[in-house]
């Protein structure tokens, strides 16, 4: 069972070394109001990747919506970002 498959399901039959991962991503993932689980390739997700690499440096994300790293400037236009308010 793959890690997408893990975080849709209550059932964790995955490989055993990452439940406590899925489980601490669970714990997180209940802070929002939807969430939606959804295997995207790392090419076509590039501005995600980018950020995981980002988080792994440690680097606090706390106001990325308005003011994101600038690390991340480049990888957010590419991916369409910023995009036209919603009505």
């Known amino acids: ?6 975080m849709r399901n209550e059932n964790l039959r995955g ?11 669970r714990r ?3 802070w929002f109001t939807s969430v ?3 295997w995207v390739s790392r090419q076509a997700n590039q501005a995600a990747h980018a ?3 980002l988080s ?12 994101p790293p600038p690390s991340m400037v ?4 590419k991916d369409g970002l910023p995009c036209p308010p919603s009505n």
């Open 56 to 67: 792994n440096m440690r680097v606090r994300t706390l106001r990325w919506a308005s003011q």
């Open 74 to 77: 480049r990888v957010l236009a």
């Open 36 to 38: 939606k689980w959804e």
């Open 1 to 6: 069972m793959d890690v997408v498959s893990c």
């Open 51 to 53: 950020a995981a690499a």
């Open 28 to 30: 997180l993932s209940s």
């Open 15 to 25: 490989n055993w070394r990452i439940i406590p991962i899925i489980l601490e991503i």
